[in-house]
Nanobody
Framework: QLVESGGGLVQAGASLRLSCVGS????????IGWYRQAPGKEREFVAG????????YYPDSMNGRFTISKDDAKGMAYLQINHVKPEDTAIYYC??????????????WGQGTQVTVSS
């Protein structure tokens, strides 16, 4: 089970860190991905990290403002968003897959956390 937190209402230009906690054993064996879905739009891939934590993936469209990380000892994954923009407004989802690269696809999904950016 994956549970996201850290969303909310933030002002444009601020920084935000989303968290994802994984229950169960062997979190260190799971690749983690973050996706987002804005109203009326398709879900899009934001970032991914290999199960080992050694490789990360970001679409070019994310423009270097996103950083994914995982802390296996805590069973946590994070998405740092810097200089948030109104177009970052979306529901952000955490996803996991066993022993994969982190580039997708993912098998397990959280319920999402809403991020709303005001201008």
């Amino acid at each position: 089970q994956l549970v996201e937190s850290g969303g909310g209402l933030v002002q444009a230009g601020a920084s935000l860190r989303l968290s994802c906690v994984g229950s169960g054993d062997y979190f260190s064996s799971y690749a983690i991905g973050w996706y987002r879905q804005a109203p009326g739009k398709e879900r899009e891939f934001v970032a991914g990290i290999k199960w080992s934590g050694r490789d990360t993936y970001y679409p070019d469209s994310m423009n270097g403002r996103f950083t994914i990380s995982k802390d296996d000892a805590k069973g946590m994954a994070y998405l740092q968003i810097n200089h948030v923009k109104p177009e970052d407004t979306a529901i952000y989802y955490c996803a996991a897959a066993y022993l994969t690269t982190g580039a997708g696809p993912f098998d397990f999904w959280g319920q999402g956390t809403q991020v709303t950016v005001s201008s």
